[in-house]
């Protein structure tokens, strides 16, 4: 059965640099997934898609700070030179024949 | 700039029905499948329903599968979703989100602000 695995929460500096990570089921390392950042009071925003090679794509507008990467059957969003806007929940999504979300992560920036 | 617009959340008894509105701008509206998804209380992300961009084929999530509607209105840019029989567990904000598809895999690349339904009595 296909599961997104993410920490509940994980915390770092502002001006700093922090590596989310959502980790796919065993049997499924294969497969491509998505960031989403929810704000405090805000709907969802799309990040950016993974790939399992590690490539990925960012959606319209997010900041240069924003990257991906993967190894196996993890995938990282890491944000560099953390904002105090940036403290927010994080949510990693697949398609496996219907939408699946991890549980989220929240960020806070100390 | 890609915006969608959710109206129609509120409060309502369980057993009771409510509709859910999202205006969609700033993208081809009729080229898209669209979805809504909710966020219960202390809980994450749940898909509920999907729509093609015709408006011809719809699916559901198990949980709300023979009381839920998904529709659409391609001249208004508008999707709705009509909530029946309604549960205290519907309890959540609902989203509207703009599905976009590379190869095989989809995902949401819009979302809306939100609506919360409170199912209660």
């Known amino acids: 059965q296909l599961v997104l695995t993410q920490s509940p929460s994980a915390s770092a500096s502002l001006g700093a640099s922090v590596r989310l990570t959502c980790t796919l089921t065993s049997g499924h390392s294969t497969y491509t997934i998505a960031w989403l950042q929810r704000q405090p009071e805000k709907g969802p925003r799309y990040l950016m898609k993974i790939n399992s090679d590690g490539s990925y794509t960012k959606g319209d507008g997010i900041p240069d700070r924003f990257s991906g990467s993967s190894s196996g059957a993890e995938r990282y969003l890491t944000i560099s030179s953390l904002h105090s806007e940036d403290e927010a929940d994080y949510y990693c999504q697949t398609w496996g024949g219907s939408w699946l979300f991890g549980g989220g992560t929240r960020l806070t920036v100390l | 700039e890609m915006q969608l617009v959710e109206s129609g959340g509120g409060w309502v008894q369980p057993g009771g029905s409510l509709r859910l509105s999202c205006a969609a701008s700033?993208?081809?509206?009729?080229?898209?499948?669209m979805s809504w998804a909710r966020q219960a209380p202390g809980e994450g992300l749940e898909w509920v329903s999907a729509i093609n961009e015709r408006g011809d084929t719809t699916y559901y999530a198990d949980s709300v599968k023979g009381r839920f509607t998904v529709s659409r209105d391609n001249a208004k840019n508008m999707v709705s979703l009509q909530m029946n029989s309604l549960r205290a567990e519907d309890t959540a904000v609902y989203y509207c989100?703009?599905?976009?598809?590379?190869?095989?895999?989809?995902?949401?690349?819009?979302w809306g602000q939100g609506a919360l339904v409170t199912v209660s009595s």
């Open positions: 989100a703009k599905e976009v598809w590379f190869g095989d895999f989809g995902c949401f690349d819009c």
């Open positions: 700033g993208f081809t509206f009729s080229t898209y499948a």
